[in-house]
Nanobody
Framework: QVQLVESGGGLVQPGGSLRLSCAAS????????MGWYRQAPGKQRELVAY???????NYADSVKGRFTISRDNAKNTVYLQMNSLKREDTAVYYC???????????????WGQGTQVTVSS
């Protein structure tokens, strides 16, 4: 069993910043890639950013230069620093991780339940 719990969402004014955290717990042997997705009302879920176990990162064009993804492997945690927030960043943000558990031969994808980010004046 693996659980991902997001935190750090909330209400922020345009131009402001938020830092999201996602901590993984459970029968974890190894975590490979970790990432963040978001879904706005009436829109399809989209990839925001991801980071490999070696630290390689990738970002959606809409957030490049504003968002930074990072991870702390000792804490099984991934972060998303969001700066210069825009109204169009409003969405539910979900973290995901490719996890190899102790009781499985293969890794698999796990998802958090989401945290709301609202950018409004």
């Amino acid at each position: 069993q693996v659980q991902l719990v997001e935190s750090g969402g909330g209400l922020v004014q345009p131009g402001g910043s938020l830092r999201l955290s996602c901590a993984a717990s459970g029968s974890i042997f190894e975590i490979n890639a970790m990432g963040w997705y978001r879904q706005a009302p009436g829109k399809q879920r989209e990839l925001v950013a991801y980071i490999s176990s070696g630290g390689s990162t990738n970002y959606a064009d809409s957030v490049k230069g504003r968002f930074t993804i990072s991870r702390d492997n000792a804490k099984n945690t991934v972060y998303l620093q969001m700066n210069s927030l825009k109204r169009e960043d409003t969405a539910v943000y979900y973290c995901t991780a490719d996890v190899h558990t102790y009781d499985s031969r293969y890794a698999g994808d796990y998802w958090g339940q989401g945290t709301q980010v609202t950018v409004s004046s």
